[in-house]
Nanobody, 115 residues
Framework: QVQLVESGGGSVQAGGSLRLSCTASGNTFSIQTIGWSRQAPGKQRDLVARISSSGTTNYADSVKGRFTISRDGAKNTVFLQMNSLKPEDTAVYYC?????????WGQGTQVTVSS
């Protein structure tokens, strides 16, 4: 079992920045990839960014150059630095871990970007 707790969401004006944090606990040694997905009202949940245990990162095209995913291995925490935010980035952001035992999700944190 892996537990994921997110923090750092909030409201910001377009062009602003936010940093999301996700702290994993439990069987963290089993995590292969950890990252962030988001879901806007009426839309499907989509991958935003992820980082593998080897440090390889992947980003959605819509956030490349604006968002950066990183991790603090000692603290089992992954961060999503979001810069140059746009209204279309408004969504609930979910931390997601892929493990040998299956996927785990956090409870989600709301990000609202106003124009």
């Amino acid at each position: 079992q892996v537990q994921l707790v997110e923090s750092g969401g909030g409201s910001v004006q377009a062009g602003g920045s936010l940093r999301l944090s996700c702290t994993a606990s439990g069987n963290t040694f089993s995590i292969q990839t950890i990252g962030w997905s988001r879901q806007a009202p009426g839309k499907q949940r989509d991958l935003v960014a992820r980082i593998s245990s080897s440090g390889t990162t992947n980003y959605a095209d819509s956030v490349k150059g604006r968002f950066t995913i990183s991790r603090d291995g000692a603290k089992n925490t992954v961060f999503l630095q979001m810069n140059s935010l746009k209204p279309e980035d408004t969504a609930v952001y979910y931390c997601n871990a892929i493990t040998r035992g299956g996927p785990y999700w956090g409870q989600g944190t709301q990000v609202t970007v106003s124009s």
